[in-house]
């Protein structure tokens, strides 16, 4: 059984992505996306980025590791009548599926850096791009104090350790990292660049309840319940994301939650 499939599969990360749609549309209208561009959106979920890019009139394809996200994916894009946009499922470390040199934009956010060998994502990001094309991520930077590298924090303290050989996921946030897996892909340092960005997370009700949302859909979130329910310490989970959010809420309204994230956007360019 693939892990990572497993992991993502698990819950129903689209009530987690409801609440990144805003951002994800800001962050599209950054990227200089316009008609025609051909984009590759990994580790896509249902469509966060990949959904704006192909209203502003890109060829989109989608694709991510969970089927149920990729079934979302296209329900969404039926819904809205964007035939210039489908999903598919595919691993970011082989994508054996997708030729050389085919996407004028490869876009992950959030997506690949939780793929396995980190080598072998940029490599396949950097083989599917056209010379003259750009590769976006956005990554979460490890130990940062605002919301999800302290949900991932606080919940990797309460699961069980990793197994041997894992290479944290977080460990795209650190620039010289970011440069070394592209060089490995034949990138040289020059032609990578970062700025450290924003995403808010938007939720229709209380800190808490939000809180509850990670607990239920968010898969990272429910593997560290369910360790914590096994040891008698959901409770010390609980109290301790709880009181994260609340203090993290920048919303005045007490049935609202908007907490901002800080991330890193890579941005490579193929020579």
Do not use: H
Not at 108 to 134: N, Q
Not at 143 to 151: E, G, Y
Not at 188 to 195: E, I, Q
Request: glycine share 8%; aromatic share 8%.
């Amino acid at each position: 059984m693939n892990q990572n499939k497993a992991l993502w599969e698990k819950g129903d990360f689209t009530r987690i992505a409801a609440s990144m749609r805003e951002s994800g549309e800001a962050l599209v209208g950054k990227l200089g996306v316009k008609n025609g561009l051909k984009v590759l959106d990994l580790g896509c979920g249902d469509g966060t980025t990949a959904l704006p890019a192909a209203k502003l009139g890109a060829d989109v394809l989608g694709v991510d590791i969970a089927r149920n996200l990729v079934e979302a994916g296209n329900r969404r894009a039926r819904e809205l009548g964007l035939t210039n946009l489908r999903f598919q499922e595919g691993d970011a470390t082989d994508l054996a599926e997708l030729q050389d040199k085919t996407f004028d934009l490869v876009v992950s956010i959030f997506g690949a850096m939780f793929a396995p060998k980190p080598l072998d994502v940029a490599k396949e990001m950097v083989r599917v791009t056209r010379p003259g094309g750009r590769i976006i991520m956005g990554n979460w930077i490890p130990n940062d104090p605002t919301l999800v590298a302290q949900i991932l924090k606080i919940s990797a303290a309460y699961a069980p350790p990793p197994p041997e050989g894992f290479i944290s996921p977080m460990t795209w946030g650190i620039e010289d990292n970011v440069i070394e897996r592209f060089a490995s892909a034949g990138v040289p340092p020059d032609n990578v660049s970062f700025v450290q960005d924003t995403y808010v997370f938007n939720f229709a009700s209380a800190p808490s309840e939000a809180v509850n949302a990670f607990r239920r859909y968010y898969g990272p979130t429910m593997n560290a319940f369910e360790a914590a329910e096994k040891n008698g310490r959901a409770d010390d989970l609980k109290k301790e994301l709880d009181a994260l959010f609340e203090t993290q809420n920048t919303s005045s309204r007490k049935d609202a939650t908007s907490i901002p994230a800080t991330f890193l956007r890579v941005t490579v360019r193929i020579a």
